[in-house]
Antibody, heavy 120, light 106 residues
């Protein structure tokens, strides 16, 4: 059973960066395909990017390209998502989630979410 | 990007009701469709993938159907724990989600 535990809530000023972590247990990070999804208050789900195991690379949604970086530390089984040049519209709950065996972007295990608030 | 729409956006139902939610893709996605359930303040939960395959542990009252551009999620006998928001997601190409359908208590 995969468990994903994310870092705590963050408050950032516009223009700053935020880095959210996602600690994996039950499996090793190398066995998983990690994705990040966000949800603005009262809104729907938005995929930000994830690891494509067929290509062996991380794919970013076009909307976030140039502003998001997803990394992994396999020594600690922790994934990270860093979003830069924050603006108020980036206020959201950010989730890490793992890809399912049936499809790399079917998301079966989810972290608890990390609220990032962008406010001056 | 493939755009997903859902209908209705919200509705009220009673326990024991049979409910159906529709999802439509802006282009054909074969059966590369998943459904998720989300309760307030919680992470989404995978219910169905490949349009009709039930995720392990999900009650059999949930079912999915469709292929191409039109899909449905059916709950055969609504239970109290099923009041939630439901999202469809295509994974034919880079994933995109529908806007969600909120099911609340009548």
């Amino acid at each position: 059973q995969v468990q994903l535990v994310q870092s705590g809530a963050e408050v950032k000023k516009p223009g700053a960066s935020v880095k959210v972590s996602c600690k994996v247990s039950g499996y090793t990070l190398t066995e998983l395909s990690m994705h990040w999804v966000r949800q603005a208050p009262g809104k729907g789900l938005e995929w930000m990017g994830g690891f494509d195991p067929e290509d062996g690379e991380t794919i970013y949604a076009q909307k976030f390209q140039g502003r998001v970086t997803m990394t992994e530390d396999t020594s600690t089984d922790t994934a990270y998502m860093e979003l830069s040049s924050l603006r108020s519209e980036d206020t959201a709950v950010y989730y890490c989630a793992t890809g399912h065996s049936s499809g790399w972007s079917v998301l079966d295990y989810w972290g608890q979410g990390t609220l990032v608030t962008v406010s001056s | 990007a493939i755009r997903m729409t859902q209908s209705p956006s919200s509705f009220s139902a009673s326990t024991g009701d049979r409910v159906t939610i529709t999802c439509r893709a802006s282009q054909g996605i074969s059966s590369y469709l998943a459904w998720y359930q989300q309760k307030p303040g919680k992470a989404p939960k995978l219910l169905i993938y490949a349009a009709s395959t039930l995720q392990s542990g999900v009650p059999s009252r949930f079912s999915g159907s469709g292929s191409g551009t039109d899909f449905t999620l059916t709950i055969s006998c609504l239970q109290s724990e099923d009041f939630a928001t439901y999202y469809c997601q295509q994974y034919y190409s880079y994933p995109t989600f529908g806007p969600g359908t909120k099911v609340d208590i009548k």
